[in-house]
């Protein structure tokens, strides 16, 4: 009776589910319920979690709840401690929710939503999630190893090699475009700038509380944290309406690539416990407060997407970003549906803190499906927008014009009608100076944001309280990865600089901190200052190198996953990463091709660069944008050679394997049996 009951409401799950992928896919004419869009994620994540994630973990992992996992047997108290299972969901979502589940869909919604929504939920299902599990259970079965780690021991010491290469470099670039976004979201916006200063010394507060004030007392720090940041967004309100305080928070790009890189630089060598971690929790119940908001508000609303399915520039002719739906919109959005980056956490921090096998699946599989809902929110959240208002906010200045009128008659004869003083009202009514040319996609999804916020909770008067709110909802997520990723890539090169010199490996000897710091801000840095001088906004290349080099690294991290299934003896259950890792690389070798070799000047770097150079008056600002554009090609084609030599040393091996020329074994920690089963049955 009970399975029976059991297999209704699955069959029931999966009618509702077709049902809602149906409408996505096939209406046309008529705007639907954004509902539908929740339905179907609820639907395909719910199905996912339960029957595919349950034969990955069965068949080809073959979870063993008897075996002792690193956290037990290296428990040190610091790096490698027990945790329980919700708390390492916590951290590792904290972890891998940066700007792309947030900023990725936004962009990609100059296709339409149905391209992006699509990819979302089958690339998540399929891709993303599969990659986190498998990656972070072979690291917790490995003794916490890092993804290069295992790259070598797996694949081979050129596999280790290179995989050391790439990752550094796709940690610089993602960083790069990361910071980018803020900049954007940020400049001219005195408001948004106080507030998201004042959470600086707000997190300092709290590490300083927490170590020395009231050890230990997290809810009183936690209240006092969410008291001082909502103090912050109302403070900004009043500086933003103060003229004679007013200019000194408001800040041009490049100014605001310049304090950010400062910043940057002090998170990355001031003591993890004094601004790194009280940040890092800060911004952890911001982001799943909000998310949670953000739900409710979209349940209560119901709103509509008047965004249509597919848009005019499925051909290729986007303001946004050049290119076409393949394979461009598939590197615009890698977090949410599957991202390299999440490989590195998968193989960091969360293998020493997993408490049971059988709990990578729930914190492996199940993170990244709570990510890929926050994608599917952003698409809704942009697609309520009218079309003219969201490709007024998204599209540069070097395409639709300066001037607020040029840049309203530009979007209207693309047939999305948009007036300069329509625009002009609502950046009053967000406490804006202006929303044209806002590139990046954050104030497109603060905007869409604010909506549905204020429609269903306060009304219209409080939208600009919203829209602030949101902004530093989405500084947050950034900063987070930010402050994490510049400190992970020191700690990498202080690893590659010890094998010179010794000391400059010691990550306590503070002149190596500051040097190695130096080293990776400076390099992440670079990247920024090419967004921010770049005429079409930055997005419009970054953005897409960010893409490519994410989803390489997901081929790098698929690559050791297939290689270990190989060697496990299960080449038949291969196709569960096989799969994901073919469609990545005809991704992203493809998207690689276009950007570097690509004819028109709006997607090919070096046809940009062709096409500067051939002005007839050129100045130095045009020398260097031509130098970014050839760099740009250059680190685009470097990693996609990397990454080529990384697939062909793995086919090797799985060719060898195969054929029985090379013995099917995996350097796995040997087996212990674990205590906490005992003490459970006790």
Same mark, same amino acid.
């Given at each position: =009776?009970?399975?029976s ?15 809602? &992928?149906?409408?996505i896919?096939? $209406? ?6 954004a509902?539908w ?9 719910? &199905?996912?979690y ?26 040190d ?13 916590? $951290? ?12 990725g869909p ?13 990819w ?6 399929f891709?993303?999630?599969?990659q ?42 993602l ?5 980018l ?5 940020l400049?001219?916006?005195?408001w ?7 959470t ?10 927490l170590?020395?004030?009231r050890?230990?007392k ?18 900004g ?39 790194l ?8 119940f ?9 739900? &409710? ?6 709103p509509?997407?008047?965004?249509p399915?597919?848009t ?29 980056? $999440? ?9 020493k803190?997993?408490?049971? #096998? ?11 499906m @709570?990510?890929?809902m926050?994608?599917i929110?952003?698409?809704?959240a942009?697609?309520?927008l009218?079309?003219?208002i ?12 300066q001037?607020?009128?040029?840049? @309203? ?5 693309w047939?999305?009608p948009?007036?300069?003083?329509? =625009?002009?009202?609502?950046?009053q009514a ?11 996609g954050?104030p497109?999804?603060a905007?869409?944001?604010a $909506? ?9 008067a409080?939208?600009?309280i ?7 909802? #989405?500084?947050l997520f ?7 990723g ?36 400076a390099?992440?840095?670079?990247f ?7 005429? &079409?906004g ?8 960010f ?29 569960v ?13 493809t998207?690689?091709w276009h ?28 020398s260097r944008?031509?130098?970014?554009d050839r760099?740009?090609?250059?680190v685009?084609?470097?990693?996609v ?25 995996v350097?796995e ?14």
């Open positions: =009776m009970k399975k009951i059991s297999i209704l409401v699955w069959l029931g799950v999966s009618i509702l589910g077709a049902l809602a &992928l149906g409408t896919a096939l $209406h046309r004419g008529e705007e639907i319920n509902m869009l929740v339905v179907a994620a609820f639907c395909a994540y719910a &199905l996912g339960r029957f595919y994630s349950k034969f990955v973990s069965a068949k080809v992992l073959a979870l063993d709840a008897q075996r002792a996992t690193p956290a037990e047997r290296l428990d108290g610091r790096d490698f401690v027990p945790t329980n299972k919700w708390v390492v969901f916590g $951290h590792h979502f904290a972890a891998i929710a940066g700007p792309g589940p947030l900023v936004v962009l990609a919604a100059q296709f339409g939503y149905l391209p992006g929504t699509l979302i939920l089958a690339g998540a299902v891709g993303g999630c599969v986190d599990f498998v990656i972070l259970l072979f690291s917790v079965r490995r003794d916490g190893r890092s993804l290069t780690e295992m790259a070598r021991e797996e694949i081979g010491v050129v596999g280790g090699f290179v995989a050391y290469a790439a990752v550094i470099s796709i940690i610089v670039i960083l790069g475009a990361g910071a976004i803020v900049v954007n979201a400049k001219s916006s005195p948004g700038v106080f507030t998201i200063a004042m600086i010394p707000i997190a300092l507060l709290m590490g300083f509380y170590r020395h004030l050890p230990g997290v809810l009183e720090v936690s209240f006092l944290g969410f008291v001082l940041v909502m103090l912050a967004i109302w403070g309100q009043w500086v933003s309406q103060t003229p004679t305080v007013a200019p000194w928070f408001t800040l041009t790009a490049p100014a605001l690539a310049i304090v950010i890189i400062i910043y940057g630089f002090a998170a990355s060598a001031l003591p993890v416990w004094l601004l971690a009280p940040r890092d929790y800060l911004s952890t911001v982001k799943l407060g909000t998310i949670g908001l953000l739900a &409710l508000g979209i349940i209560v609303l119901r509509t997407l008047h965004m399915p597919l005019r520039f499925v051909d290729g002719s986007g303001p946004i970003f050049a290119g076409k739906i393949f394979p461009f919109a598939f590197i615009t959005i890698a977090c949410g549906a599957i991202s390299g980056f $999440h490989s590195l956490i998968s193989s960091g921090t969360t293998p803190l997993i408490r049971r #096998e059988p709990e990578t699946r729930m914190v492996g599989y199940g993170a990244m @709570a990510e890929s926050v994608a929110m952003a698409t809704i942009c697609c309520v009218q079309p003219g969201y490709f007024a906010i998204n599209s540069p200045a070097g395409v639709v014009g001037v607020p009128e040029s840049a @309203a008659a530009t979007i209207s004869s047939g999305f948009v007036t300069a003083a329509g =625009m002009h009202a609502l950046a967000v406490g804006e100076q202006t929303l044209f040319n806002r590139t990046g954050a497109a999804f905007v869409g944001m $909506h549905i916020f204020s429609s269903s909770l306060g009304g219209q409080v939208m600009a919203w829209y602030h709110f949101a902004i530093m909802f #989405e500084a950034i900063l987070t990865v930010l402050d994490a510049t400190r992970v890539g020191r700690f990498m090169v202080q690893d590659a600089l010890g094998h010179i010199w010794k000391p400059l490996g010691r990550t306590s000897w503070y002149p190596s901190i500051l040097a190695t710091s130096a080293l990776i801000v390099a992440w840095g670079s920024l200052w090419q967004g921010v001088k770049d005429p &079409l930055g997005i419009n290349s970054l953005w897409p190198l893409g490519i080099c994410n989803q390489l690294l997901a081929t790098v991290a698929l690559c050791v996953a297939t290689t270990i299934i190989v060697k496990m003896g299960k080449v038949r259950y291969s196709p990463t096989l799969v994901p890792l073919i469609w990545l690389v005809a991704v992203t070798f998207a690689s950007k570097i070799f690509d004819p028109s000047p709006r997607i090919g770097f070096l046809a940009h660069a062709r096409q500067l150079a051939s002005s007839r008056t050129p100045t130095h600002e045009m944008w031509i130098f970014n760099l740009d090609a250059a685009a084609g470097v990693l050679c990397m990454v080529a030599l990384i697939l062909l040393e793995s086919i090797s091996v799985w060719v060898s394997v195969a054929s029985g020329r090379m013995q099917a074994r350097r920690a040997p087996f212990v049996l674990t205590r906490f089963a005992a003490e459970e049955q006790g």
